[in-house]
């Protein structure tokens, strides 16, 4: 079955910090999709970043950063020099594809971080 | 570009009453998704739609929940009679299944609150 674990419930940094936000997942397809989404205070989920388990090429954007590691089953957000507006709770997600099609979307259930200034 | 919209955003109503939540997905997306987030359950998918005919509705919580997709540009989700434990965060997404940007994208969400 899939399943996404984000084994941080919070974490507090100071700004200018670098941290990074653990991600875990669990499934049998050989093909499928990780996400991050960003929820800051207001509620809103923003897509931060898509990665293809075929590709393990880790990505850099800007002062955020992903690691993804087939071997170990984990896709790690790093974010460098936070900042407060960086305080929101991630979700990490996952979703297999079939039919060349993603659907549902398994969310982790969320780290809250909090930048302080 | 707009991106999805989703009407009320907050909405306030008494044990019993109907409540219609709207969305309207980003013009040319062919999947829209109910997803209803509460802190006990996280984020969970609720039904998806794919042009407008619904596909999945195994996470629809029971009879009183249903969605309709009259057309691409407008979906629906009613309950009804509602109940205290559908106080929830209920988000819409779309998505445009390319193979290359299939990612959902969400819109801001309702905030029900069932007194």
């Known amino acids: 079955a899939q399943k996404v674990t984000q084994a941080q419930t919070e974490i507090s940094v100071v700004e200018k910090e670098d941290v990074t936000l653990d991600c875990v997942y669990e499934t049998r397809d050989t093909t499928y999709y990780l996400f991050w989404y960003k929820q800051p205070p207001s509620g809103e989920l923003v897509f931060l970043i898509r990665?293809?388990?075929?590709?393990?090429q880790n990505e850099i954007s800007g002062r955020y950063s992903w690691n993804f590691q087939k071997s170990t089953s984990s896709f790690n957000f790093t974010i460098t020099a936070s900042q407060v507006v960086d305080s929101a709770v991630y979700f990490c997600?996952?979703?297999?594809?079939?039919?060349?099609?993603?659907?549902?979307?398994?969310f982790g259930t969320g780290t809250l971080l909090a930048v302080q200034p | 570009d707009a991106g999805v919209i989703q009407s009320p955003r907050h909405e306030v109503t008494e044990m019993g009453q109907e409540v219609t939540l709207r969305c309207k997905p980003i013009?040319?997306?062919?999947?829209l998704f109910w997803y209803r987030q509460t802190m006990m359950r996280g984020l969970e998918l609720l039904i998806y739609f794919n042009n407008n005919v619904p596909i999945d509705d195994s996470g629809m919580p029971e009879d009183r929940f249903s969605a309709k997709m009259p057309n691409a540009s407008f979906s629906t989700l009613k309950i009804q009679p509602s109940e205290p434990r559908d106080s929830a965060v209920y988000f819409c997404?779309?998505?445009?299944?390319?193979?290359?940007?299939?990612?959902?994208?969400f819109g801001p969400g309702t905030r029900l609150t069932v007194l």
């Open positions: 990665r293809n388990s075929f590709d393990e």
């Open positions: 013009s040319g997306h062919d999947y």
């Open positions: 997404a779309s998505r445009f299944a390319s193979g290359i940007t299939d990612t959902q994208y």
């Open positions: 997600a996952l979703s297999e594809a079939y039919g060349g099609a993603t659907n549902k979307l398994i």
